[in-house]
Nanobody
Framework: VQLVESGGGSLQAGGSLRLSCVASGYASSALCMGWFRQAPGKEREGVASIGRYGTTRYADSVKGRFTISKDSAANTLYLQMNSLNPEDTAIYYC?????????????????WGQGTQVTVSS
């Protein structure tokens, strides 16, 4: 499974971004997929995940602001991020696991993208 993220960028607090992750080598409909992020000097943390049949999970810090979704026909995972604040600044990674559902734990994922930078200024 290969994962390629896009959509990162720099913006001011309060703005929105949509990240995309295209999966190849395996049908995304059969994967549990998720978004993780890593800020400088911090551990990689789970942001959101979506199971094979659409079950979603979110970190408390992003609930109500971020929405994870996937387009199985396009083999693409999305993360819509609204009301961004400087604490959201990080490299965002797409990850996948060949499972029905997956915990938002970095060590539990099987495949990773290269990451895309999101920088939010105040």
């Amino acid at each position: 499974v290969q994962l390629v993220e896009s959509g990162g960028g720099s913006l001011q607090a309060g703005g929105s971004l949509r990240l995309s992750c295209v999966a190849s080598g395996y049908a995304s409909s059969a994967l549990c997929m998720g978004w993780f992020r890593q800020a400088p000097g911090k551990e990689r943390e789970g942001v959101a995940s979506i199971g094979r049949y659409g079950t979603t999970r979110y970190a408390d810090s992003v609930k109500g602001r971020f929405t994870i979704s996937k387009d199985s026909a396009a083999n693409t995972l999305y993360l819509q991020m609204n009301s961004l604040n400087p604490e959201d600044t990080a490299i965002y990674y797409c990850a996948a696991k060949m499972a029905l559902n997956c915990a938002m734990v970095a060590g539990a994922m099987d495949y990773w993208g290269q990451g895309t930078q999101v920088t939010v200024s105040s």
